[in-house]
């Protein structure tokens, strides 16, 4: 048993990640590894006495439920300098994957715990979700997402018959400015529709650019009515806004297409189709205006 702990003791000491003993009670037994540093000085503490407690209670519930389930298994935790009592501590939120494993120690139960920082791994994957969420240009969210959020909301409408609508936006005359000024003006036009989108409408909206110069907003707990009265808000703005370019000052509008959800329709897609279709009608009502189909 001597040297299978020797044995287990030089290959831990080898990994370049700091690997602590704990016992069942969430005492320092050990630090170990050559990324163990200044943790040697933890020996003979008890977790409570080096994270505050939520911590140390996660921790202690980590511990005791891998002894008690005799095997390993694979945690993440995040932790941050304000949570750990002692010096040394790298100041704001990182991340760690722990790897822990039942072990028997001087004829205690206790437990290896590998800590593998993965504070670089989240901040990617933190990136890439909200890429994935948001439109790159304009910074409001992205097609997938609405459609996402739409199909939530109405299951939701199923369930509760609570409303929602939804506003269809269509930019007048963006094809022709697009061949006129080029792409760099009509992106610069773009992010400015967004930013008037978020300065008029609410908190709660959900306003997104489903491709090109299209954009929609889902307007929770609002009826026809209401969201009649914020697309022609938002007209309104948008119209008399003037928008700096360097080929000069643009007044840019859009048609809006505006719809209810209803107890018939049968998917999220009807209410959608219905604001898409009421925006082809303000396209030939003369564009610049707000149409609405029930």
């Given at each position: 048993?001597?040297?299978?702990?020797?044995?287990?003791?030089?290959?831990?000491?080898?990994?370049?990640?700091?690997v602590?003993?704990?016992?069942?009670?969430?005492?320092?037994?050990?630090?170990?590894g050559?990324?163990?540093g200044?943790?040697?000085?933890?020996?003979?503490?008890?977790?409570?006495?080096?994270?505050?407690?939520?911590?140390a209670?996660?921790?202690?519930?980590?511990?005791?439920?891998?002894?008690?389930?005799?095997?390993?298994?694979?945690?993440?935790?995040?932790?941050?300098?304000?949570?750990?009592?002692?010096?040394g501590?790298e100041?704001?939120?990182v991340?760690?994957e722990?790897?822990?494993?039942?072990?028997?120690?001087?004829?205690?139960?206790?437990?290896?715990?590998?800590?593998?920082?993965?504070?670089?791994?989240?901040?990617?994957?933190?990136?890439?979700?909200?890429?994935?969420?948001?439109?790159?240009?304009?910074?409001?969210?992205?097609?997938?997402?609405?459609?996402?959020?739409?199909?939530?909301?109405?299951?939701?409408?199923?369930?509760?018959?609570?409303?929602?609508?939804?506003?269809?936006?269509?930019?007048?005359?963006?094809?022709?400015?697009?061949?006129?000024?080029?792409?760099?003006?009509?992106?610069?036009?773009?992010?400015?529709?967004?930013?008037?989108?978020?300065?008029?409408?609410?908190?709660?909206?959900?306003?997104?650019?489903?491709?090109?110069?299209?954009?929609?907003?889902?307007?929770?707990?609002?009826?026809?009515?209401g969201?009649?009265?914020?697309?022609?808000r938002?007209?309104?703005?948008?119209?008399?806004?003037?928008?700096?370019?360097p080929?000069?000052?643009?007044?840019?509008?859009?048609?809006?297409?505006?719809?209810?959800?209803s107890?018939?329709?049968?998917?999220?897609?009807?209410?959608?189709?219905?604001?898409?279709?009421?925006?082809?009608?303000?396209?030939?009502?003369?564009?610049?205006?707000?149409?609405?189909?029930?």
């Open positions: 048993m001597k040297n299978s702990h020797e044995f287990i003791y030089a290959a831990v000491s080898a990994l370049p990640d700091p602590y003993v704990f016992s069942e009670n969430g005492d320092y037994v050990d630090v170990i050559r990324g163990a200044d943790g040697r000085m933890l020996i003979g503490r008890n977790i409570y006495e080096v994270v505050d407690r939520q911590l209670d996660r921790f202690i519930s980590i511990i005791r439920e891998t002894i008690s389930a005799d095997e390993p298994n694979i945690y993440e935790y995040d932790f941050e300098e304000s949570s750990c009592r002692v010096g501590a100041p704001g939120k991340w760690f722990a790897r822990v494993a039942p072990f028997s120690f001087m004829e205690k139960k206790c437990v290896i715990w590998l800590a593998r920082d993965i504070t670089e791994q989240k901040n990617t994957e933190s990136k890439l979700k909200e890429t994935s969420f948001s439109d790159p240009l304009t910074g409001v969210y992205s097609r997938s997402f609405f459609i996402t959020e739409l199909n939530s909301f109405y299951h939701r409408f199923l369930r509760t018959f609570r409303t929602y609508s939804v506003i269809s936006v269509d930019l007048d005359g963006f094809r022709e400015t697009m061949e006129i000024y080029g792409q760099k003006v009509c992106d610069s036009l773009l992010v400015h529709v967004a930013s008037v989108m978020r300065r008029v409408l609410r908190q709660s909206d959900v306003i997104a650019r489903l491709g090109g110069d299209k954009f929609s907003v889902l307007l929770p707990d609002t009826d026809a009515k969201a009649e009265i914020l697309a022609e938002l007209r309104s703005v948008l119209e008399a806004s003037e928008i700096t370019t080929s000069g000052k643009l007044v840019l509008t859009a048609s809006f297409g505006c719809s209810q959800v107890a018939q329709d049968e998917a999220y897609e009807n209410t959608v189709s219905r604001a898409e279709i009421a925006v082809s009608m303000a396209k030939l009502a003369g564009k610049n205006t707000v149409r609405s189909i029930l």
